[in-house]
């Protein structure tokens, strides 16, 4: 969870959407839900690196259900994707690798200030953090 100054959470949200191929554009759009006073920029990058995110989810989870979680903190932004596949182990970008593939996690390694991944009962969660201006 995203903690701003003083410790408050400013904004959160929570959403589980189908697992097909029109999640990640409705991860997108739930993201205009988020306070409004986000940088624009900020907002582009965040829906884009979703957008990745749900794409692999997607395409390699094949999970029937996608959860996006996304704090808003006076700092930062903390955003959360989550779902049942069977998990992956991360290649770094420039890996000599045929698992290497596609731009999801490389666009995540390169925008944001932080990002990981984690699998805990059942679920990956790949998550990354923007600071906010």
Same mark, same amino acid.
């Given at each position: 969870?995203?903690?701003?100054?003083?410790?408050?959470?400013?904004?959160?949200?929570?959403?589980?959407?189908?697992?097909?191929?029109? $999640? =990640?554009?409705?991860? @997108?759009?739930? !993201?205009?839900?988020?306070?409004? #006073?986000?940088?624009?920029?900020?907002?582009?990058? %965040?829906?884009?690196?979703?957008?990745?995110?749900?794409?692999?989810?997607?395409?390699?989870?094949?999970?029937?259900?996608?959860?996006?979680? $996304? =704090?808003?903190?006076? @700092?930062?932004? !903390?955003?959360?994707?989550?779902? #049942?596949?069977?998990?992956?182990?991360?290649?770094? %970008?420039?890996?000599?690798?045929?698992?290497?593939?596609?731009?999801?996690?490389?666009?995540?390694?390169?925008?944001?200030?932080?990002?990981?991944?984690?699998?805990?009962?059942?679920?990956?969660?790949?998550?990354?953090?923007?600071?906010?201006?």
């Amino acid at each position: 969870m995203v903690r701003g100054r003083r410790g408050r959470v400013e904004d959160v949200l929570s959403i589980q959407l189908p697992g097909g191929p029109q $999640a =990640a554009a409705q991860a @997108r759009r739930a !993201l205009w839900r988020l306070r409004g #006073d986000l940088d624009p920029p900020l907002l582009e990058t %965040a829906r884009l690196l979703v957008t990745e995110l749900i794409a692999n989810a997607v395409k390699h989870a094949r999970s029937a259900t996608i959860e996006m979680k $996304a =704090a808003v903190g006076r @700092r930062k932004v !903390l955003i959360e994707i989550a779902d #049942d596949g069977p998990g992956f182990e991360h290649v770094p %970008a420039g890996a000599d690798d045929d698992r290497a593939s596609g731009w999801g996690l490389f666009l995540v390694d390169r925008l944001a200030d932080r990002w990981g991944v984690t699998r805990e009962g059942g679920r990956t969660r790949v998550w990354f953090e923007l600071k906010r201006a």
